[in-house]
């Protein structure tokens, strides 16, 4: 069975511009919750979509959003991008509506200059 | 305050040296306990859950969770160099749906 997929692995941006971050759950998987990774401050949850509907964010600025499609892949998108965004972002999948069974993705390391 | 807090380490330990990582945490309606264990450029790995209060042995592993001190555990014995990863701690309530983690502990496992 295939784990969760997140693409780009790597990415770099300057200031001022917008990414988008794709994630594959594990197939059944309909609960995606997307995190971001720093050094300091650890992971920290961002938004979690259970079968297209957003059930929860994080304390984030609006610049950040995220979407599901039918098929539970998921998007999120980083507008207006600062230095501090820098992080690993981080995607996880579960099954039904249960967290205590999260899989990760290897993340998306994304740089801002 | 951090709802959990989690001494980062790097804790250093010998081959087959038996490893304890401690988390503690705030929120008493933490009900879902989870480690996860993360090597470098990857992403974090389950490695144990347990729900409310009690123990759960899992081979080399074995979590404990005290809700009365509200203090959760992480035993790895026989340790091996291949243990040697951050291992984080991730709680949630049974209200919301997300994973609140600790900051990790790097553990470092010599041969």
């Known amino acids: 069975k295939a784990g969760v997929t997140q693409t780009p692995r790597y990415l770099i941006k300057t200031r001022g511009q917008q990414v988008t971050l794709s994630c594959s759950p594990i197939?059944?998987?309909?609960?995606v919750s997307w995190y971001q990774q720093t050094p300091g401050q650890g992971l920290q949850f961002l938004f979690e979509?259970?079968?297209?509907?957003?059930?929860n964010k994080g304390n984030f600025p609006g610049r950040f959003s995220g979407r599901q499609f039918s098929n539970s892949r998921s998007e999120m998108n980083v507008s207006t991008l600062e230095l501090g965004d820098s992080a690993l972002y981080l995607c996880?999948?579960?099954?039904?509506?249960?967290?205590?069974?999260?899989?990760f993705g290897q993340g998306t390391r994304l740089t801002v200059v | 305050q951090k709802e959990v807090e989690q001494d980062p380490g790097p804790l250093s330990v010998p081959e087959g040296a038996i490893v304890s990582l401690n988390c503690t945490y705030s929120?008493?309606?933490?009900?879902?306990f989870m480690w996860y264990r993360q090597y470098s450029r990857k992403g974090p790995e389950l490695l144990m859950y347990?729900?409310?209060?009690g123990n759960k042995e899992d081979g080399r592993f074995t979590a404990q969770v005290d809700k009365s001190s509200k203090y959760i555990s992480l035993f790895i014995r026989d340790s091996q160099p291949s243990d040697s990863a951050t291992y984080l701690c991730?709680?949630?309530?049974?209200?919301?749906?997300?994973?609140?983690f600790g900051t990790g502990t790097r553990l470092l496992v010599s041969p």
């Open positions: 347990t729900y409310s209060s």
């Open positions: 979509y259970f079968s297209e509907t957003q059930r």
């Open positions: 996880a999948s579960s099954l039904e509506d249960s967290l205590t069974q999260a899989f």
């Open positions: 197939s059944g998987h309909r609960s």
């Open positions: 991730a709680m949630r309530d049974t209200g919301f749906q997300k994973l609140v």
């Open positions: 929120n008493s309606a933490f009900q879902y």
